[in-house]
């Protein structure tokens, strides 16, 4: 699929290297104690966040854009994107002196066009419709059409992919050696694909692991099938790595890596997010945050290796935290919400305070409806508690209660309207 070899891939990771050169920011290789002490091992993140534009999607935009003709620039570029390759493209339109147009869905992060429209610098046109990703690719594989302009990819293309394995030279050169283990998140698998190539082919003994939200793990679904398939669901919180679908160019050469993939479920990556932001200092978007999440449980890791992992984005928009830190709450079992019908008489909603809820039980929810013409009234409780084993003792009291208590479970269709 493709028509790409590995060999020719890491060849080409080097030469984007040099032609990255004073374009892209080299970006930090930082120690991170938290996570080296939760794992045991040495953990260091690759900071690309602090990347032009907050994100390592520069790179592969870039290479694409500098290796075409006069008259391929003439014509000008037009991409798809949920944010971040958008930015990316703007800035090397704007850098290359090219017009450039970028489709973003309604869903995108408003923080997110503002900066491309920024870092375009009048070079670059902001199209907003459709709710998703693939609509707006096909809206901009009909401008090219009409137009000529180049389609640059998000991640498969060969030059994209090169660009984004860039990251994998940097991080060798600045640790002065191979880590153990490489840590990256995964989308539609343009990073893994460049990274994982190149390392498997200059540096063969490192450990390369792949981590997908659970919503979306597309790569590993197409591993499954052999060939990239269509997830039938996608959940598009990780909004920089929720792909439907594998690349064709991607998927063959993360398949010969040998790269492992794991999923990470979102509220985990929420807990990530509040972690890095209130012990680290560092804002992280919720594909930023994802290779991050994984270390300790989903990705084991020996005492001592060092381990280099990919902080990959950080453009979140503050109004999102608030649904971070609900999810989060969820995830780790201290947040949960229930169906209570009470009885319309004097007294009833006391008795559920000082005999279902305990002393360290919290109600961050309460919506009630009354019904005149009916015994009962039903009424939507969110419960926060003190710590994860106050659960059972907390069920344990609605069911021995004469109230009609229901939990609304996580993944239900009406936990859908809560969370």
């Known amino acids: 699929m493709g028509g790409v070899s590995a060999p020719s891939v890491a060849d080409d990771v080097a ?3 040099a032609r990255l050169s004073g374009v892209a920011v080299r970006t930090p290789l930082v120690r991170n104690d938290r996570l080296s002490a939760a794992t045991g091992a040495e953990v260091y993140l690759k900071r690309e966040d602090l990347q032009v534009g907050r994100s390592y999607k520069l790179r592969g935009a870039y290479n694409l854009l500098a290796q075409l003709s ?35 869905p309604a869903t995108t992060p408003r923080q997110k066009r503002e900066r491309i429209v920024a870092l375009g610098g009048g070079n670059v046109e902001l199209v907003v419709g459709g709710d998703t990703y693939d609509e707006a690719a096909a809206a901009a594989a009909e401008h090219a059409a009409l137009t000529g302009a180049t389609v640059v990819p998000a991640f498969d293309d060969p030059r994209t992919i090169a660009g984004q394995g860039t990251v994998g030279v940097e991080i060798v050169e600045q640790l002065g050696r191979a880590p153990d283990v490489v840590v990256l998140p995964v989308g539609g698998g343009g990073l893994l694909a460049g990274v994982g190539t190149w390392l498997a082919a200059r540096h063969p003994g490192v450990r390369v692991v792949g981590v997908e939200p659970s919503g979306a793990a597309g790569m590993a679904a197409a591993l499954a099938a052999g060939e990239p398939v269509a997830l039938h669901e996608l959940d ?25 993939l794991v999923a990470v479920a ?10 890095l932001y209130q012990v680290d200092g560092i804002i992280a978007e919720p594909a930023g945050a994802l290779a991050a ?4 449980d989903e990705v084991l890791l020996e005492p001592g290796a060092t381990v280099v992992c990919m902080l990959s984005g950080g453009n979140n928009d503050v109004s999102r935290y608030a649904e971070v830190v609900e999810r989060s709450l969820v995830h780790r079992g201290l947040k949960h919400y229930f169906l209570v019908e009470f009885p319309q008489e004097p007294g009833a909603l006391r008795r559920f305070l000082d005999e279902v809820l305990g002393p360290d039980d919290d109600i961050v929810l309460f919506e009630y409806v009354k019904r005149d013409n009916r015994e009962t009234g039903a009424a939507l409780v969110g419960v926060e508690i003190a710590a994860r084993d106050g659960y059972e003792p907390l069920w344990a009291r609605m069911k021995a209660s004469p109230l009609r208590i229901q939990l ?6 009406a936990y859908r309207f809560l969370v």
């Open 293 to 296: 999440a994984a270390l300790g």
């Open 408 to 413: 609304v479970a996580p993944g239900s269709t």
């Open 70 to 104: 006069t008259e391929e620039r003439a014509a000008g570029a037009v991409c798809a994107s949920a944010g971040n390759h958008g930015q990316g493209v703007a800035y090397a339109c704007r850098t290359l002196g090219m017009r450039g147009r970028v489709h973003v």
């Open 15 to 17: 030469a984007a290297a």
């Open 266 to 275: 979102e509220g985990r990556v929420c807990t990530e997010m509040l972690d």
């Open 236 to 260: 598009t919180f990780v909004d920089g790595a929720a792909v439907r679908r594998a690349g064709d160019v991607t998927f063959p050469l993360v398949r010969d890596t040998g790269a492992e």
